[in-house]
């Protein structure tokens, strides 16, 4: 037998003291790490499958398991360290690329932690959101460069199909396969409750959702999977998707596990085969080419809604963004490096692309500098982790923000970082009907409409402190944010002064 | 009154009900103290096969059979809940018989035991209902 190089990261400890041996851990867990041994008259743990998703410890009702990072230490060293070693042990055992779930985990910069925001102070009267009206409803789409009024002195609505939002959050794109039935139909649902949108992914709308497609994106991506004119003609915005933060420059890969029987029909590709979406658009080599889809898709929907392009935030995001703005699209979506997958080879994630932070600042200056920010708007994810989030973001020119890793939290996940495994223990990332149906709908989308609603209330009373009460006179107003610790190089890029300037 | 109903779409076969519902009637404030190495005396089963699987509790029938087959008059229906009089059941299981869901079973102290909501224990309102994880067993 070969040398078992693998070693276990996390250990699942178990109080003895408090553990009924209820069994309740040993059926929560699809990675077999509990079982009962009736040679021991006990609960027992194999810890070597452990991912440390956290649903034993959540369901355990007597608080009996914790899991604990692995005591074995390798020796220390700084260069060569625990996770750098094992990567080498890993692939020298398998010969294949590294494969990783959600957003990169690690240390780079959170620029908005090292953002603050302002508020008002005896000169300037601060707004108490309770008392007084407060707007966080945002169009998005193409602005008019000028106000035009009727002869009776009113104003003319000329806003070209836009996509109204109740609060500038949306649901970003994941698709029916990498995550489930259940997770979508909660997305759907909340995304309706709240007045916002939630966005397909690249695979397709299930026929059951149709009926939630006011509040629908279908995306268009690389692989035109379950693309058709009813699928267009469904959602109330669509979005062509270039390219994705956590993985800027190549494709996807969904296996042929997650490509079960309702998969395969919304994604109109066979059962069982791998869902290869390629890392380009076949037909798109140029801003021309883009152009030419986003008025192929905006005539096949006889220009009745709005067209989005997302892109990841590449090194020269701005020069890439100015060119859509001229190609006919709507809104421009920029995901920032620390977004979220459901798989994506380790290196890309954690390597490629650039904080959306700084992304989002350069854009905005590079579109108001060549006087087409109205052309556009300007949709902003890639970890969006709270309200004061939100708030940084459109202060920094963002017209509505994208969420998703805090949506997916929101119903259940614990960021195991495991999805490309297929066995989620939450039944958001898999396809295993005992998984799934450990969703319920009714509670995940509640839970989502309490996050969003929360957030709402949040920036509003952040927008009050400010004196402000519109979103609209938050959007671009970098006066607003001040740095902390950021160099002189950061903050020109952010466009913000320091704290104390 | 309300009932408990189960949504058999939702049930996860976790089980975790059984041991809410033998804590909750145990008396002990402690789940450890509770149920660590004793009987499991529950009120709520989980019944599964294959992949169907739904908890399943006392009805609190219209017309209880249990009431009408308790040869003590110990099994009676207040305000809409079937209730026993533990000091008048004399664990002849005549009702475990008669209940056609099975849901009444013998308890430890000899008397028959069976779901009253949680209205007379700690829980003050079905705590099957409130810890079930995954919103499967409802009040209304």
């Known amino acids: 037998m070969p ?35 009736s040679e021991l008259g006990r609960m027992t743990s194999d810890s070597m499958s452990c991912v440390d998703c956290q649903r034993c410890v959540s369901l355990c009702p007597a608080r009996a398991l914790k899991i604990i990072k692995n005591p074995n230490v390798y020796r220390d060293n700084a260069n060569w360290n625990d996770a750098a070693i094992k990567s ?45 009206p407060m707007e966080t409803r945002v169009a998005l789409g193409v602005k008019p460069q000028n106000a035009e009024r009727n002869g009776r002195g009113e104003l003319i609505n000329t806003l070209r199909n836009p996509m109204v939002l109740s609060v500038p959050i949306m649901f970003s794109a994941m ?75 190549i494709g996807g890969h969904l296996p042929g596990e997650k490509i079960v029987e309702d998969v395969s029909r919304t994604r109109m590709i066979p059962m069982g085969t791998d869902a290869i979406s390629p890392a380009p ?35 020269n995001v701005a020069a890439i963004a100015s060119g859509i703005a001229r190609s006919g699209a709507d809104v421009i979506a920029i995901d920032g490096f620390r977004g979220g997958t459901g798989a994506a080879p380790t290196r890309i994630r954690d390597n490629v ?7 989002l600042a350069c854009v905005d200056e590079r579109l108001r500098g060549e006087g087409i920010r109205n052309e556009v708007s300007l949709v902003v994810g890639g970890s969006i982790r709270n309200s004061a989030d939100v708030v940084k973001a459109i202060a920094l020119g963002a017209d509505a923000v994208y969420v998703a890793t805090g949506a997916l939290l929101a119903l259940g996940c614990h960021l195991c970082r495991s999805c490309h495994l297929g066995k989620c223990n939450w039944g958001i990332a898999t396809q295993n009907p005992e998984l799934v149906k450990r969703l319920n709908p009714e509670v995940g989308s509640e839970r989502l409409v309490n996050l969003v609603t929360a957030w709402k209330h949040e920036i509003e009373e952040m927008m009050g402190g400010m004196g402000i009460n519109s979103i609209e006179a938050l959007k671009g107003n970098r006066l607003m944010l001040r740095g902390i610790g950021l160099n002189r190089k950061e903050l020109d890029i952010l466009g913000v002064k320091h704290a104390g300037e | 009154m309300k009932k408990i109903y189960v949504q058999e779409e939702w049930c996860l076969k976790c089980r975790l009900c059984e041991y809410i519902c033998a804590y909750a009637n145990s008396g ?104 079930c994880p995954n919103r499967a067993i409802i009040l209304e």
């Open chain 1, 281 to 315: 658009h076949h037909d798109i080599y140029s801003i021309e080419d883009l152009r030419q889809l986003v008025f192929s898709l905006k005539e096949a929907v006889n220009y009745s809604k709005p067209v989005i392009v997302k892109i990841a935030a590449v090194h």
């Open chain 2, 28 to 131: 002990f404030k402690d789940i450890a103290a509770a149920l660590k190495d004793k009987p499991i005396n529950t009120r709520i089963t989980v019944e599964e096969s294959g992949r169907i699987s739904y908890a399943v509790s006392c009805r609190h029938c219209d017309e209880p059979s249990c009431v009408k087959s308790c040869i003590s008059g110990a099994l009676e229906k207040v305000d809409g809940v079937v209730k026993i009089d533990k000091d008048k059941c004399v664990g002849c299981f005549t009702c475990v018989l008669a209940c056609p869901y099975g849901a009444i079973a013998a308890g430890e102290d000899g008397a028959a035991m069976k779901c009253e909501l949680c209205v007379e224990n700690s829980g003050g309102s079905p705590m099957c209902v409130k810890y």
């Open chain 1, 88 to 132: 080498v042990y890993k692939q020298a055992g398998s010969g294949g690329v590294l494969l990783s779930s959600m957003g990169t985990p690690e240390p780079y910069p959170v620029y908005w932690d090292r953002i603050l925001v302002n508020a008002s102070q005896v000169t300037n009267p601060s707004i108490d959101p309770l008392r007084e």
């Open chain 1, 353 to 359: 692309g650039i904080p959306i932070e700084l992304a």
């Open chain 1, 175 to 249: 698709s029916y396969g990498s995550i489930s039935y259940n997770a979508h139909k909660s997305l759907a649902a909340a995304a309706e409750k709240l007045g916002i949108f939630y966005n397909t992914g690249e695979g397709g709308l299930h026929k059951d959702f149709y009926r939630y497609g006011k509040n629908t994106i279908v995306q268009v991506a690389s692989g035109r999977f379950g693309v058709f004119k009813e699928y267009l003609d469904a959602g109330a915005a669509i979005e062509i998707k270039m390219g994705q933060g956590a993985k800027p420059g």
């Open chain 1, 3 to 37: 040398i078992n190089y693998d070693d276990n990261i996390y250990e699942v400890t178990r109080d003895r003291e408090r553990c009924i041996d209820c069994r309740v851990c040993e059926r929560q867990c699809a990675n077999l790490v509990h079982a009962y041994s």
